[in-house]
């Protein structure tokens, strides 16, 4: 029985553990989009938010002397440095030069994808490597430090397993939660997503509240990126490696209809399902049937919404809009 | 009444921004050629910093690798003629939809699903039947499953208006699955793509004993097709009504629900017929890596273009030079290949950029009246 | 200094507003009394719009000053008029479908202390229960009827603790129940020693609400009269003024058959309200119709209806052939149906560049909007279009370096040429016109009298849709006079008197509850 129990939350961990840089990704990106920018370049800057923690880990690794507080902090604000940059580009391109979002997005993920791999395939070249990877063992150690509580048993298993980001990862999510629910600023950047120009009228300042969801989103959605190096995958970095979470990201934004509590619940579904063949008796030819379940039920979802026409759950109603007032 | 007197308070005096954003009518073609001109001067010049800083070379000298990598022997201009017309065909497959203000990021998708098709076909009829008996059936599977994948979301679009960006983002997924799957099936030693030894037959024939050329030519083809559909037909009229103005559209009795889904099926379509091309006509293989992200690049080069499907031959000459000019770069230099994207990325940035100059005028503002106290 | 005896809440003096050639305003006059209603009088384009946005500070005037409780202010932009007290409540609510009536009342503002939706909802609450609004706080706005989200934005200005309320048109959109429940809370607000401003254009309204009536006609002041010392006839003799001839040529017209039979037409729109109700006329071939009446009485639902863009309720719509004779049913038809059948009818609609032209196409092209079908099945034939676009531009003078220029680039004047020059090159049996010279110049919009004229004397039925009671009168045969969706009266065009067709177009509707 005990087995069973321990093998269910081993399942669940590991769910977790694959849905949390979508977690990071979708809580990122709903608040972008509740701001009217619908973001395509979210899988490009969680490249970004990925490498620039390795770089920054990489040459903190060289010196030799590993502070564990500093082996999380030096990679944690490069990487929020890196995302925040790759953010600005965006924000300046449609909020201050009004560019179409679909396109500037899609450019910005060219570039994030191309900077991620380049940088990655450089450090992989100074350090002489056989393997086409690098690896960053020193620096992943404190990211994978996990509370040392009801080890080996399922509730530890289940609740004590993970390195500190996928705590953060549910924290942001509960937090953006609130912000947009039951604060002023929510209100107001809701507003601004829904109607800019009667945001406008009211006195709020468009301009600002897109960049500021804009940044602080890409800034979280990086952290996705982050958790992925460091945590995920032990400090290895290889390039292509990623793959394509940040477009499940964005699917997950509408799986949860705009709201990252239901994305907390969404990401780890996900992220089950993308590991679940392992632990069923399906041929292997069915897995990618499996993996692409997430895709087809986030379709699913979108097609309910617009057919129940529930207001709550449509989209921003400005998303993918530039917003222009009209000088008098 | 005094009191109400005091109680008025002056309000804060407001900042007043140094200049004031408009609209601005059409400029004239020279302008908008100019201005589009310094965006890609700027961003060269820019990439050219940036690869000196990274390799320490003479920009020059760098160029010039970037042009021979692109043009340098003949090999490499037939490869670079068929990478330009992949992407061509893609763009301008992506276009009427484009057009019509439907937001295919499908593309993808729907090209995998065409070649998808394509490579079901040629293992399961290659060998039996006829080999132009099989690029016929090859040709009709690939346009069909890019039909359906094109249409489904048109079809909720239109009825239900739901979002046809997220939706067919969502269906490129769906369609590199469903070729990982294939993958599975096709191929049992685990690899991740299914080759030319497996798909045999159905390949294209050369024209003038060279490769990919016949798909270039049918591209050239699809390519003046869809600029006169758009141009000259009485199809393409209705999608720029709709794209325009769904009220002028209803106003002059133009069914917008048709239009859209007869326009995406179209799109689609060509999108498949893009997929039929690059596993038939060049590549003999398939994997969930086929489309290459040209689907997305596609709507780059679409829109560069300003849905000008001619004008599209010189965007996307652009964005193949830079790929293949870095892809150069890149080996002589030692560097990594990605490097061609993150040029790529910021010369995008430079030309999207531009356009608020074009389409905005900036003026700066004198001192606003106040009224004289 | 000041010369009033009583301190005003507010004042205007000499205010004048142009934009470009059109004077909105000129030299205007304006006191505001503390605790009165003050109504603003007069037709369609009298300039009392754009004055109350001078004040909510949406327009900065050119000349003239503005004093708010005898101090003079500059008032530049929305939140400055918020600061001063001033609300203004317009006809277009600019509301968050998605949010509650109170979170759209909080939005922007910055109180102080923790931000708590119900303690807004209770200081809500308390201002319904003051004034007595009937108002759910936690209700979504896209649940509400289009008088409880006027409610949502009267509460929302005065949340703000505006004490000088602007109300711009509010019963327009209101039953004649829901506007006797808004003036009840007019007069509890003024109780309170609130200062209200209502624009309206309807006399009765004026004679139950206001203390006192401005009158404004083409932008300028008439005259401020006590309510109780004025009859709804002096009224309407000030906001008509005195008819003005305007040599507008008017044959006589003669052998005139029906050519289009409206009857007993009635339509609800979307949000639910009735826009058209039992509506019965007819078109003659070879006249002018006029449809006189205020905005948003039901004149754009009625043509769209005629063209087959929206379909009636009940009711039927009948063309006669001209050649034939025989009746052809238009009810419930598109567009596209309606052309298949050999009607020609013509519709040139208030909305020029987002539904009678695409801005963004040359001239040629959108002379195709209405052919385009034609000719071979499956390509386009410009050559017919780019023949009528030339001939327009000669003919009727437009202004433009080509007819390859995207209309979106010509001035207001040539944009309609170009509408009504294609509408009417397909000779057509019924030319509906709306508005068709709204923001026109004087030479424009002689031309655009002599094409309808031209149209008339050629057999068409013409239907004029104009709020400028000078021209109707000059132009039209006869005139419809519509007010809430109902026709209050046909007229003769050659003997209506101007006071008559003013009177019917606010003419309280019977009480049918």
Known sequence: MNAVLYSISQFIALSVVQGTPLLFGSTGEILTEKSGNLNLGIPGIMYIGAISGIVGGFFYQRTGYIIPMLAIIIPLVCSLIGSLLASLIYCFLTVTLRANQNVTGLALTTFGVGFGNFFGGSLIKLTN???????????????????????????????????????????????????????????????????????????????????????????????????????????????????????????????????????????????????????????????????????????????????????????????????????? | MTEAVQKIKKPKKAWTPLFVITKRDTLPLVKRVLIRAAAIVAALLLCSVITLVVTGSNPLQIYKTMFSGAFGNSIRIVRTLYELSVLLVIAVAITPAFKMKFWNTGAEGQVLIGGLSTAIVMLTLGGRIPDWTLIIIMAAAATAAGVIWGVLPAFFKAYWKTNETLFTLMMNYVAIQLVECFLKIADKTGSNVVGPTTLSHGWFPQLFKTDYLLDVVIIAVITVLVYIYLRYSKHGYEISVVGESENTAKYVGINVKKVIIRT?????????????????????????????????????????????????????????????????????????????DILTGIILFFIIGCEFFINYKLHFRKHSKEAAV | MNTQDNVSALRLEHITKTFGSIVANKDVDLQLRYGEVLAILGENGSGKTTLMNMISGIYHPDEGQIYIKDQLVSINSPKDAFEYGIGMVHQHFKLVDVFTATENIVLGIKEK?????????????????????????????????????????????????????????????????????????????????????????????????????????????????????????????????????????????????????????????????????????????????????????????????????????????????????????????????????????????????????????????????????????????????????????????????????????????????????????????????????????????????????????????????????????????????????????????????????????????????
């Not at chain 3, 048109?169 to 309170?192: G, H, W, Y």
């Not at chain 3, 149209?455 to 039209?476: P, R």
């Open chain 1, 129 to 328: 490597s056989d393997t086409p990877n690098l690896t960053l063992p020193y620096i992943a150690r404190p990211y994978k430090a996990h509370i040392p509580l009801f080890e080996g048993t399922w509730f530890g298993e289940l609740f004590f397993s993970y390195g500190f980001l996928v705590y953060v990862s549910i924290a942001l999510a509960i937090i953006v939660t609130i912000v947009l629910k039951k604060t002023r600023v929510g209100l107001h950047l809701r507003a601004v997503g829904e109607s800019p120009a009667t945001a406008d009228a009211a006195g709020i300042n468009v301009t600002k509240y897109k960049y500021l969801a804009t940044c602080i989103g890409g800034m979280i959605a990086g952290l996705g990126g982050l958790y992925y190096v460091m945590d995920y995958s032990n400090g290895i970095w290889s390039n292509n490696a990623f793959g394509d979470r940040g477009w499940l990201a964005i699917a997950l934004v509408i799986f949860a209809v705009w709201r990252p509590s239901i994305g907390i619940a969404g990401s780890y579904l996900f992220g089950g399902l993308y590991i679940l063949y392992n632990y069923m008796t399906v041929s292997m030819q069915l897995q990618p049937i499996m993996q692409m379940l997430p895709y087809v039920v986030t379709i699913i979802v979108l097609i309910t919404v617009s057919l129940r026409k529930k207001r709550e759950n449509l989209p921003p109603a400005s998303l993918g809009l530039s917003y222009f007032r009209e000088e008098r």
């Open chain 2, 264 to 340: 995406m099926a179209l799109s689609g379509a060509l999108c498949g017929i893009a997929g039929l091309l690059i596993v038939g006509g060049a590549s003999h293989s398939i994997s969930a890596e086929t489309a290459g992200g040209r689907g997305f690049t596609a709507i780059m080069v679409s829109w560069l273009a300003k849905f000008n499907p001619l004008m599209m031959v010189f965007s996307s000459l652009l964005i193949v030079f830079l790929e293949r000019g870095a892809g150069e770069v890149a080996t002589v230099f030692a560097l990594n290949k990605s490097f061609s």
């Open chain 3, 113 to 513: 202390g923790r931000f708590s939706i119900k303690r807004s909802a209770a200081k809500i609450a308390e201002i319904c229960g003051r004034y007595g609004f009937d108002l759910d706080p936690n209700k979504k706005i896209y649940e509400m009827s289009v008088s409880e989200k006027q409610t949502v934005e009267i509460v929302k200005v005065l949340y703000r603790g505006a004490d000088i309320l602007i109300l711009d048109e509010p019963t327009a959109v209101l039953t004649p129940q829901e506007t006797d429940k808004l003036f009840n809370v007019i007069r509890r607000m003024r109780q309170d020693g609130k200062s209200i401003i209502i624009i309206t254009h309807k006399l009765h309204e004026v004679m139950e609400i206001s203390d006192r009536v401005a009158v404004l006609r083409k932008g300028e002041h008439i005259a401020t009269v006590e309510t109780k010392d004025v009859t709804e006839s002096e009224l309407t003799d000030m906001m008509v003024g005195q008819k003005i001839t305007l040599n507008i040529e008017r044959t006589l017209s003669e052998n005139t058959p029906d050519r289009l039979i409206v009857s007993g037409v009635s339509m609800t729109n979307k949000e639910g309200v009735k826009v058209i109700d039992d509506i019965s006329f007819s078109a003659k071939a070879g006249e002018i119709l006029g449809i006189a009446g205020v905005a948003g009485s039901g004149q754009r639902e009625l043509l769209e209806l005629i063209a087959g863009l929206r379909t009636p309720d009940c009711g039927d719509i009948t063309y006669v052939d001209p050649s034939t004779g025989n009746k052809v049913d238009l009810r419930k038809k598109t567009p596209m149906q309606i052309r298949d059948l050999g009607v020609r009818l013509s519709f040139v609609p208030e909305d020029r560049l987002g539904m009678g032209l695409v801005g963004n196409m040359d001239i040629i092209d959108n002379m195709m909007l209405r052919t385009y079908k034609n000719g071979n099945p499956l390509f386009l034939d410009r050559q017919p279009s780019r023949v009528l676009a030339n001939d327009i531009i000669r003919s009727l003078e437009v202004v433009t370096p080509g007819a390859t220029t995207p209309v979106r680039r010509l001035s207001g004047g040539n944009v309609q040429k170009v509408l009504v020059g294609r509408e009417i090159s397909s000779a057509p049996s019924v030319l509906m016109a709306a508005y068709p010279v709204r923001g026109l110049d004087i030479n424009s919009s002689y031309t655009i009298y002599n094409l309808l004229n031209a149209q008339k004397k050629n057999g068409a039925a013409v239907i004029y849709v104009g709020e400028d009671l000078d021209v109707l009168l000059e132009l039209c045969d006869r005139i419809m006079v519509i007010c809430g969706g109902t026709v209050s009266g046909i007229l003769d065009g050659r003997t209506a008197e101007k006071q008559q067709v003013g009177a019917l177009m606010t003419k309280k509707k019977e009480a049918r509850q």
